[in-house]
């Protein structure tokens, strides 16, 4: 799935968050997303999703994402936010479930088709274990593996994960860095924001920049996380 932005630019309080981004990220693509704290990252995942309201478009191979229902938008696209809670006593694999639900038919899950997306998800995750825990009661890494494992299941080729290693210990970083390539293997498109640029070097094909709401360089991981481009990109 090719995913592109088209002059997105977004307002808070009469404030310009997102000042005409433009970008295109193609299929089979593991792209990350750089920049200061506030920069305006986690807004534009949120405004290419259509959860925030902006000037421009988003397009999915071409297919204009406004005229989507949230239902259809979903099946096309995951978002793994930064932290989620739950206020009730969900348990993991209620979670992962609720990937499933752009998919239900008459209110109803847990098809096999369902049922076996769920499991799957669980042990790319290498989560299995845990299914049966209230998600809630777990530890911010396990969260944020649950949340991937959400995202997974919900069966869209087009993945948007915001700083989903931030919490992960080594094993599971390693795993999340592998999964994610293989994704975009079999032909996901994968956006990610992380604020890790040495990492990011080792491991995304292509890096977009961002500052103060503006996207300031975009290009393959090498020609733009150079040292000279990050140290630019975090000076104060
Ligand atoms: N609900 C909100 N109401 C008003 N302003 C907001 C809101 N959420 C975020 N902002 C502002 O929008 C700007 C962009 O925030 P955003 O969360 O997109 O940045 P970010 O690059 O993801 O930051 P971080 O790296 O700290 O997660 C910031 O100036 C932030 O203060």
Redesign the pocket.
């Known amino acids: 799935m090719t995913l592109a932005a088209r002059h997105l630019t977004c307002k ?2 009469h ?1 310009l ?1 997102l000042d005409n981004v433009s970008f295109t990220i193609g299929d089979g693509v593991l792209a990350c997303l750089l ?10 995942l949120r405004a290419v999703l259509g959860l925030e309201k902006v000037e421009g478009k988003v397009l999915l191979n071409g297919e204009d994402l406004s005229v989507l229902s949230p239902r259809e938008t979903a099946r096309r696209i995951a978002y793994v936010p ?1 932290t989620h809670s739950v206020a009730f006593a969900y348990t993991v694999e209620d979670m992962v479930a609720m990937g499933r639900l752009s998919h239900a038919r008459f209110g109803l899950l847990a098809g096999q088709g369902d049922q076996e997306a769920v499991a799957e998800a669980l042990h790319l995750m290498n989560i299995a274990h845990l299914a049966g825990r209230a998600y809630a009661q777990l530890s911010g890494g396990e969260q944020q593996a649950v949340l991937i494992a959400r995202a997974l299941a919900q069966g869209g080729r087009t993945l948007l994960l915001d ?1 989903p290693a931030s919490a992960l210990d080594f094993g599971q970083q390693k795993r999340l860095w592998t999964r994610l390539r293989e994704l975009v293997g079999a032909g996901y498109t994968i956006l990610c ?1 992380t ?1 890790d640029p040495l990492k990011a070097r080792q491991i995304f094909d292509e890096a977009l920049l ?1 500052r103060r ?1 503006r996207l300031t360089d975009i290009g393959s991981a090498s020609d733009v996380l150079t040292d000279g481009k990050i140290e630019a990109l975090y000076a104060s």
Do not use: F, S
Request: avoid cysteine; glycine fraction near 20%; hydrophobic fraction near 20%.
């Open positions: 808070r309080d404030r968050v920049g200061p704290n506030g920069a305006g990252k986690t807004t534009l930064q700083e924001t604020h961002m709401g």
